[in-house]
């Protein structure tokens, strides 16, 4: 049994969000008393989060579904210099334009997951960044950060033992986050900041800062840096980034990357990714052989059903269910279009798999799956990497089927 009182910590340790928090009694007792406002930054670096930033969206919606107010702050101001943690080098600078469309699309999937109608806020730390002035910035923040500490933050200390340029313009960051938290507690009552476990010394900074600036009291909950079982990083796979705008990978395979999910991982990622009771949870986790598949399948549709809506959800599960265990040509599966005249004129194989399926990341890969017998054709295993695809190729449905494994597979429809 959890020694928490507030519905909000003992949920979030029941499953399994809970590394590392900085007064655990302290929050608790805030958090029981009544609502808390409490935050996660996310820089705007692409159009789209991916899967790697999931598991702190799920902290959001777990916040507000427990009667507290969530912040989803973009970066609007910190994108334009960049976190250094765990990197080897300095971000790609963006435009304001470009940060700004960048925000405008993201916000669409923070709208699935929290209910902004309902008190959720999504704050910009432009709105305060760029209004700064340097000089004023320095007195009053800059006495409170000494060098010789910010040399032992790991986002710093790594870089520099990788014999890494970390630049000056990187440097502050940690100094800006932790101005964020400042702020939002002065706009927002903001008394928590939630993240990643390797966000824990920027946090930090951000409680100094308020106790030194301010007299405040703030508080900092992390989470795991989750992986697979097998190590590998959520939110990757060998085909990129799993992103969460539709746009860019389609609730097919959306669902497919879950329903991909090791054994080992099955229980822990139905805790985390979806809102199924620990006690359905405890009975899927329980399943043997190849029972687990049903389990993954569940992971897999709840899952979606959070990001793409049920609907879209059901059909995806209908559609791998059609391809795979009724043997079909599934209408529903992602479809490529390319011009007839390009398959009159021949179509290469890489080709086909590398620039128009995007199935693999390029021709090399194309040539070891071949070699490996990992491509299909129209369910045929493609043997000859000089095969050149024509509209002898269509099947009666007027399309080309293109696999990777059992698992993935895109449609090639000429218009």
């Not at 399994?16 to 820089?43: M, N, R, V, W």
């Not at 269509?394 to 597979?409: A, C, F, N, Q, W």
Request: glycine fraction near 8%.
């Amino acid at each position: 049994m959890s020694s928490y009182r507030s519905d909000l910590l003992r949920t979030l340790e029941a499953r399994g969000y809970i590394h590392q928090c900085s007064d655990p009694e302290g929050l608790d007792a805030k958090a029981a008393a009544g609502p808390i406002t409490a935050y996660i930054g996310f820089d705007a670096t692409a159009s789209s989060l991916h899967a790697g930033h999931l598991l702190s969206i799920m902290m959001l919606r777990t916040l507000q579904r427990t009667g507290h107010r969530p912040i989803a702050l973009m970066g609007g101001g910190t994108t334009k210099i960049g976190d250094p943690s765990g990197k080897d080098e300095a971000r790609r600078m963006l435009t304001d334009a470009q940060i700004d469309d960048n925000i405008a699309s993201i916000r669409r999937v923070f709208a699935q997951f929290l209910d902004f109608s309902a008190g959720a806020i999504l704050e910009n730390n432009a709105a305060w960044l760029d209004e700064l002035k340097y000089i004023p910035l320095l007195r009053e923040v800059g006495p409170h950060f000494t060098i010789n500490r910010m040399l032992t933050f790991d986002s710093v200390k790594l870089r520099l033992e990788r014999e890494q340029p970390l630049t000056f313009l990187e440097f502050n960051y940690m100094i800006l986050q932790a101005y964020d938290f400042v702020e939002l507690n002065a706009r927002h009552g903001c008394i928590l900041q939630m993240g990643g476990s390797d966000q824990w010394g920027n946090i930090i900074n951000g409680i100094e800062l308020g106790r030194r600036m301010r007299g405040t009291e703030l508080h900092a909950l992390t989470t795991p840096l989750l992986t697979t079982s097998s190590g590998a990083k959520m939110g990757k796979t060998a085909g990129g980034a799993v992103w969460l705008d539709a746009a860019l990978l389609s609730p097919y395979d959306y669902w497919q990357y879950w329903r991909n999910t090791g054994d080992a991982d099955v229980a822990r990622f139905l805790k985390l990714f979806t809102e199924l009771p620990l006690d359905e949870i405890a009975r899927l986790a329980a399943l043997e052989g190849q029972e687990i598949n049903e389990a993954k399948k569940v992971l897999a549709t709840e899952a979606t059903a959070l990001l793409h809506g049920r609907a879209a959800a059901e059909a995806a599960e209908a559609t791998a269910r059609t391809t795979f265990e009724d043997g079909a040509l599934a209408a529903s599966l992602p479809t490529v279009e390319i011009a007839m005249a390009e398959l009159e004129a021949g179509l290469g194989v890489l080709t086909a798999f590398c620039e128009k399926a995007q199935l693999v990341a390029s021709n090399g890969e194309a040539r070891r799956q071949i070699k490996g017998g990992g491509l299909k054709v129209n369910d045929i295993t493609v043997t000859d990497e000089k095969l050149v695809l024509s509209p002898r190729a269509l099947t009666p449905e007027g399309v080309i089927k293109l696999s990777l494994g059992k698992k993935r597979h895109v449609l090639l429809r000429p218009v």
